[in-house]
């Protein structure tokens, strides 16, 4: 009973169509999750639902044992950071401005950034390598480096929970490996992701846990060696895939070759 | 440039004030200005007091509501179209984007063949405004969408509506009297303002900007979509009624004062993001100066370029939409 969230049962439907069947699951405190399933496997409505954004349409989201829903809006986002999905916004807010917004849920009705919020957002910059940035407009950079200054943001937020939506979407090779090793070096500091993604590989490369979903429901939960295997994946994308352990490297160097290929 | 800006306007602003101030068809000259300041001060008795009740009258009763009309019109417009630009993701929107001035004419046009009344044509004004904005609000509710869309939509539906019923009151007015009187009022004019009716506003207007203005930071998150502004912990419904609230008060009150007044909602918020940047908790209030400024200077030009006045709002629609096509050419790289 001491896992940082859970879920309890918890379904959603969208106008009907159910998306979410009784998903129950336990997420630890400096955990590496991976969700994996295919479009409309609901991933992104569990991620909606572990951040407070959906309520589910029945079951329970408890965060460090209270109900999610019974904290105030202002709490929640002290503790739990949204990372969203690579955009493109309307108005060119400079990568400074966009990481400080962070820093709003420290603040009352009239307060204004203090020079702690600037210092905690330049220190966030900093550790992701933006500080070159930090005054180019967030519309101007590449797709990577506003990946980049959303989970800069995510990091002034103080929050210990990032909550990421296929973080390396429409990324190129580089900029993708490049963000899931800064990922893998903030989950070591005891952080904790959970986070979807569309390929098999980079959960192998980043996650400690696989969830795999499929059709709303949980189809296997655990490490990423006996989750990610010819089986699981042939049932959750029906495609061969050879999931290879490369020689010399124990566990970790695992990577999914479509036997198509091959 | 950012850091300076504010004060900067704000200087611009009082100087292009007493700059208006001295200005008018009837010619004052400097001197007398500054012997009455003077004798407002200190009570010096450079004027006689036939100079004195005559310079009261063209400086206090006539010259300065009409600057504070300005002054209070162009940066409510300004402010109000800058935060539903924020609170909408899109640079492109205007005041009137809930349906408050179509509902606002309807409603002035109704007084004024309904009452004799003025304070009841301001108070129908008024009343309207807000009641075109709860159309398109309950719009959006009816079909339990709280999306963006949906409000904009409504808006929509309730802009077309009210201009539609003001047709109707248009067509049932007497056509001798009252029809050219609606007309001139829709056309936006601050020739028939009164000091009475600009202290009973002002203070709702600037409180409603001020209000506004300080939401900045939060229009700023609201901006980035509303499941981030969630996710940044703020209450994106309170915070979306609130700006619509206090948008709608601001605007419904300049037309009550002036009448409509197009464009300034639209163009002052893009020349003030090409100014101080995006960022709303200073490009809103870098807006209600430059506001201020912009239809002080128009006003001014509308009231002394010709022998007979212009109304404001034909100006201000003049100069705004070639204006507003070269801050285009600039301005799609700053928001695309």
């Given at each position: 009973m001491n896992a940082l969230i859970q879920t309890l049962a918890v379904s959603f439907a969208y106008h009907?169509?159910?998306?979410?069947?009784?998903?129950?699951?336990?997420?630890?405190?400096?955990?590496?999750?991976?969700?994996?399933g295919p479009n409309g496997s609901g991933k992104t409505t569990l991620l909606k639902i572990l951040l407070g954004l959906l309520k589910p349409d029945s079951g329970f989201v408890h965060f460090e044992n209270r109900l999610l829903q019974s904290y105030p809006r202002n709490a929640l986002a002290k503790r739990i950071a949204y990372v969203p999905q690579v955009h493109r916004e309307a108005f060119a807010y400079t990568v400074a401005?966009?990481?400080?917004?962070?820093?709003?849920?420290?603040?009352?009705?009239?307060?204004?950034?203090?020079?702690?919020?600037?210092?905690?957002?330049?220190?966030?910059?900093?550790?992701?390598?933006?500080?070159?940035?930090?005054d180019r407009a967030y519309t101007e950079i590449s797709g990577g480096e506003r990946q980049l200054t959303l989970i800069a943001r995510a990091i002034a937020q103080g929050a210990n929970v990032f909550i990421m939506d296929e973080p390396v979407n429409g990324l190129d090779y580089g900029n993708q490996m490049r963000l899931l090793r800064d990922v893998n070096g903030l989950a070591k500091e005891g952080l904790t992701f959970i986070m979807t993604t569309h390929f098999p590989d980079h959960a192998l490369m980043t996650a400690d846990r696989v969830i795999l979903l499929k059709e709303g429901a949980v189809l296997a939960d655990g490490c990423p060696e006996a989750t990610i295997t010819r089986e699981t994946l042939r049932a959750l994308y029906r495609i061969d895939v050879h999931v290879a352990?490369?020689?010399?490297?124990?566990?970790?160097?695992?990577?999914?070759?479509?036997?198509?290929?091959? | 440039m950012k850091r300076i800006a504010l004060p900067l306007l704000a200087l611009l602003l009082i100087a292009v004030a007493l700059v208006s101030l001295y200005l008018g068809k009837y010619r004052v000259p400097l001197a007398d200005i500054l012997a009455f300041a003077g004798w407002k001060a200190?009570?010096?008795?450079?004027?006689?007091?036939?100079?004195?009740?005559?310079?009261?009258?063209?400086?206090?009763?006539?010259?300065?509501?009409?600057?504070?009309?300005?002054?209070?019109?162009?940066?409510?417009?300004?402010?109000?179209?800058?935060?539903?630009?924020?609170?909408?993701?899109?640079?492109?929107?205007?005041?009137?984007l809930l349906g408050v001035l179509a509902g606002a004419s309807f409603g002035a046009a109704l007084g004024m063949i309904l009452s004799k009344s003025w304070l009841m044509v301001q108070c129908s004004t008024l009343l309207f405004g807000f009641?075109?904005?709860?159309?398109?609000?309950?719009?959006?509710?009816?079909?339990?969408?709280?999306?963006?869309?949906?409000?904009?939509?409504?808006?929509?539906?309730?802009?077309?509506?009210?201009?539609?019923?003001?047709?109707?009151?248009?067509?049932?007015?007497?056509?001798?009297?009252?029809?050219?009187?609606?007309?001139?009022?829709?056309?936006?004019?601050?020739?028939?303002?009164?000091?009475?009716?600009?202290?009973?506003?002002s203070l709702p207007m600037l409180l409603g900007m001020i209000v506004l203005i300080l939401n900045g930071g939060r229009l700023n998150a609201m901006s980035m979509g509303e499941e981030e502004a969630k996710s940044l912990g703020i209450n994106v419904g309170r915070v979306r009624m609130t700006v619509v609230f206090l948008a709608t008060l601001i605007s419904a009150l300049t037309v009550v004062i002036g009448g409509i007044i197009g464009w300034v909602g639209l163009i002052i918020p893009h020349i003030c993001r090409m100014l101080v940047g995006p960022d709303?908790?200073?490009?809103?209030?870098?807006?209600?100066?430059?506001?201020?400024?912009?239809?002080?200077?128009?006003?001014?030009?509308?009231?002394?370029?010709?022998?007979?006045?212009?109304?404001?709002?034909?100006?201000?629609?003049?100069?705004?939409?070639?204006?507003?096509?070269?801050?285009?050419?600039?301005?799609?790289?700053?928001?695309r």
């Open positions: 009907g169509r159910k998306v979410l069947h009784e998903v129950t699951l336990d997420f630890q405190q400096g955990e590496v999750v991976s969700l994996l401005d966009v990481v400080l917004m962070g820093r709003m849920p420290y603040h009352g009705f009239f307060s204004t950034y203090s020079a702690q919020d600037r210092e905690i957002a330049t220190a966030a910059m900093a550790r992701l390598n933006l500080l070159d940035l930090q352990a490369i020689p010399g490297y124990n566990g970790n160097g695992r990577v999914c070759v479509p036997a198509w290929a091959l | 200190s009570g010096g008795a450079a004027l006689s007091a036939e100079q004195r009740s005559l310079l009261t009258n063209i400086l206090f009763d006539i010259r300065l509501p009409r600057i504070m009309a300005a002054i209070l019109i162009g940066a409510s417009l300004s402010v109000s179209g800058t935060a539903f630009q924020a609170l909408f993701i899109n640079p492109l929107v205007s005041p009137g009641a075109a904005v709860g159309v398109a609000v309950s719009i959006a509710r009816i079909f339990r969408a709280h999306s963006i869309i949906m409000l904009v939509l409504g808006g929509i539906i309730s802009g077309a509506f009210f201009t539609a019923s003001l047709s109707i009151v248009k067509y049932a007015a007497d056509p001798s009297n009252q029809l050219p009187a609606i007309v001139y009022w829709l056309m936006g004019n601050l020739s028939a303002v009164d000091g009475r009716t600009m202290l009973l506003v709303n908790r200073v490009l809103l209030p870098a807006a209600a100066l430059v506001g201020a400024v912009y239809l002080l200077v128009v006003d001014n030009v509308s009231r002394l370029l010709f022998s007979f006045e212009i109304p404001t709002g034909i100006v201000t629609s003049l100069i705004g939409i070639p204006f507003f096509v070269l801050v285009l050419k600039n301005a799609h790289r700053s928001w």
